[in-house]
């Protein structure tokens, strides 16, 4: 066990819907990072929030957005989702003194009809 | 260009034996880290190694040992012993100084172990 958890652990939803994905991070960790497991395009990083704040930013649709909030938990909002949408997501947080593990959650996995 | 690079799409490796999954990464930056993670079928990821590209030595942890070779921009993974439990995915990856810390992955390692 990471430390890291992540709700729903599965989702299952229609094209066209909204959805919301929740992480927190272990205790202690200030950064959160999302990413996409997807068969044609493997795992790919989304967004990174630190302390509440953006970090960083890959390959994410404008159709997903993301925050941090004050109790350092994350949510990742996916609308108008697609097919293509369905994959693995999954959060990983990092130690605030920069420390090399990323630790990921369970993920959550999301299959779009 | 692909930043990390897994030629081996799937290996076998019998029990008790060493296996080496293979990595090779680019970059211009002069400080980054390099990673594997192991993913079972559950899914999960599970982190395993890490290695700066400034430490001299190279990285170990447990059965796991990082074979670090920086002129060649390579960092193999050397599973030493095999165990039917380490039948999973392996990922490596890579963190890049001026990339904040976010992870590049490579596409992974199918790795059987075999009784």
């Known amino acids: 066990d990471s430390g890291v958890t992540q709700t729903p652990k599965h989702l299952i939803t229609a094209t066209g819907q909204r959805v919301t994905l929740r992480c927190s991070p272990r205790?202690?960790?200030?950064?959160v990072y999302w990413y996409q497991q997807s068969l044609d395009q493997g795992l790919q990083f989304l967004i990174q929030?630190?302390?509440?704040?953006?970090?960083a930013k890959g390959n994410i649709l404008e159709r997903f957005s993301a925050q941090q909030f004050p109790d350092l938990h994350s949510e990742l909002n996916l609308s108008s989702l697609e097919l293509g949408d369905s994959a693995l997501y999954f959060c990983a947080s990092s130690p605030p003194q920069g420390g090399n593990e990323q630790y990921f959650g369970p993920g959550t996995r999301l299959t779009v009809t | 260009a692909q930043k990390i690079t897994q030629t081996q799409p799937g290996m076998f490796v019998q029990e008790k034996e060493a296996v080496t999954l293979d990595c090779t990464y680019d970059t211009s930056d002069p400080s980054y880290g390099l990673f594997w993670y192991k993913q079972p079928s559950s899914g999960e990821m599970i982190f395993l190694i890490y290695q700066g590209s400034y430490d001299q030595q190279n990285a170990t942890e447990g059965r796991y040992s990082l074979n670090f070779q920086k002129a060649r921009k390579s960092a193999n993974l050397v599973i030493s012993a095999s165990q039917l439990g380490d039948s999973a995915m392996y990922f490596c990856a890579m963190r890049e100084g001026g990339g904040g810390n976010k992870l590049t992955f490579g596409t992974g390692t199918q790795l059987k172990v075999e009784l």
């Open positions: 929030y630190y302390n509440g704040e953006e970090r």
């Open positions: 205790s202690g960790d200030l950064s």
